[in-house]
């Protein structure tokens, strides 16, 4: 018999499931079980992923069966489902690693302020947390119900936590400049990202108000004390993969580029997927890959930073297995890419 970890994926026809399927088919320690989806539920995985092996059907997410006997359940859901789910399974049941957002707040009402419904399993928050792995390493280990962080709120906050949290910032709003690949918005056609509406061309959305504003303030405060502003827009850029920040941070005048550097080599040494670069990083460099590329530059007032992601990886699938290793007891590396394929 085997002694491998069972996980089961719930929307595992989805952009964010697929990758999952990917990099845990390369995991060492874990064998994969169960599979779900919801239009395409009774499709094979291999016809709707060609590039992956006909592993089984996909199952309705909704039979609560599937996921009993599970270690690790990956939900790969719209806002609001993967709670949803958990208040249906029989306890006890396997740690919950939510790609989508309702683990991403300690309380039901700021996760209502945010997504405008109901949070499925309020009585599950106090055992959550937040798989911001970098920054919350101990107690991701031990939680039941992990949110890992979205893709946007991932590429900015390892970029501009390591400051905040040295208090090298100034008064003033932290402006976050995010461009992101087509896959951030999911597998669904919608006409925002049919082709001919995103090929050759790029645009801002959701200025100010993206739902990743009240994710980033957050988690600023968690991991920094800071209470300040973040300004955010995001843009859309005619790529697959990939997701880019650029972070303006107003520092005080004693800030030099000595002490960023230090600051920045000690965060590469202490973290094994943030790689410090010599100039402003690329998508194409990390794509692939669960690695973030940090690079800053000192002007007059402020320190920008800037990073570069894969958005399905270190923003998504990959980031979520480096949470279920911490709880496996695993090296936080098992089973994850470092390096990519270029060009
Ligand atoms: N794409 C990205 O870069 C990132 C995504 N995320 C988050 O991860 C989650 C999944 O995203 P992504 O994979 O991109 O999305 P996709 O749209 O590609 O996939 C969504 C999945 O959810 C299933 N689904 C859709 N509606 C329902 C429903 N009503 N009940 C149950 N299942 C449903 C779909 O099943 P079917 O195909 O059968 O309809 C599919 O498996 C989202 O919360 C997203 O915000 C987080 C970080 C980055
Ligand atoms: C390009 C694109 O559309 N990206 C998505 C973010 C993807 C993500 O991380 O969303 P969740 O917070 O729901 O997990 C967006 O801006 O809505």
Known sequence: MSNKVKVGIAGASGYGGGELIHLLLNHPKVEIERLSAESNAGERLSSLFPNLPDIGILEKTSSVSLWNDLDILFTALPAGMSSRIVATLPKPHPVVID???????????????????EHGAPETLPSS???????????????????????????????????????????????????????????????????????????????????HVPEMENAMNLFSGETGEVIFVPHLIPINRGLISTIYLPVSDDVTPG??????LKYQ??????????????????????????HAVRSKKAVVVMTAIDNLIKGAAGQAIQSMNLVLGEDEMTGLPLWGAFP
């Open 259 to 264: 002490m960023i550097e230090s600051l920045l």
């Open 99 to 117: 790609l989508g957002p309702d683990y991403r707040f300690a309380k039901a009402d700021d996760f209502s302020n945010v997504y405008h419904m």
């Open 129 to 211: 947390t937040y798989g911001l792995v970098e920054w919350n390493r101990e107690t991701i280990s031990k939680a039941r119900y992990i949110g890992s962080p979205g893709c946007f709120p991932t590429g900015a906050l390892l970029g501009f936590l390591p400051f905040l949290h040295a208090g090298f910032l100034d008064k003033g709003p932290v402006i976050v400049d995010g461009k992101s690949g087509v896959s951030g918005a999911g597998r669904a056609l919608t006409q925002d990202t049919h082709y001919p509406e995103i090929a050759e061309g790029m645009k801002a959305y959701k200025p100010m108000v993206h739902r």
């Open 269 to 294: 040494e202490d973290n094994p997927f943030v790689r410090i670069v010599n100039s402003p990083p690329s998508s194409a460099h990390v794509r692939g890959t669960n690695r973030i590329d940090i």
